[in-house]
């Protein structure tokens, strides 16, 4: 399962942007869809989740800013960020594990990974 994640960039606080995550050669629609993101020195956290369409999950602290929504049809999942503030910089991971018991919110949980896109929110 390869995954191809797009959309970071450098951006000033407030702004928004539109990270894409594409499953190439295959479909994502047996699989759970989340993003992560890792700052600099600090572990790999949890930000959203779309197990299926009309299921969608957010960590606090992007709750109200953050949208994940998926495209089985298109096999990319999306994650619209806005009212961007710096401590949302990191380097954002979409990551996809098969439907099952594993616990969602955790990175081991998750079995194939994008190579990752940066964002950079500046003050």
């Known amino acids: 399962v390869q995954l191809q994640a797009s959309g970071g960039g450098l951006v000033q606080a407030g702004a928004s942007l539109r990270l894409s995550c594409t499953r190439a050669?295959?479909?994502?629609?047996?699989?759970?869809m989340t993003w992560f993101r890792q700052a600099p020195g600090k572990e790999r956290e949890f930000v959203a989740a779309?197990?299926?369409?009309?299921?969608?999950y957010l960590a606090d602290s992007v709750k109200g800013r953050f949208i994940i929504s998926r495209d089985d049809a298109d096999n990319t999942v999306y994650l619209q960020m806005n009212s961007l503030k710096p401590e949302d910089t990191a380097v954002y991971h979409c990551?996809?594990?098969?439907?099952?018991?594993?616990?969602?919110?955790?990175?081991?949980?998750?079995?194939?990974w994008g190579q990752g896109t940066l964002v950079t929110v500046s003050s």
């Open positions: 050669g295959g479909t994502i629609s047996d699989f759970e």
């Open positions: 990551a996809a594990k098969p439907r099952g018991t594993t616990p969602m919110r955790r990175a081991t949980s998750y079995v194939y």
């Open positions: 779309a197990p299926w369409s009309d299921a969608t």
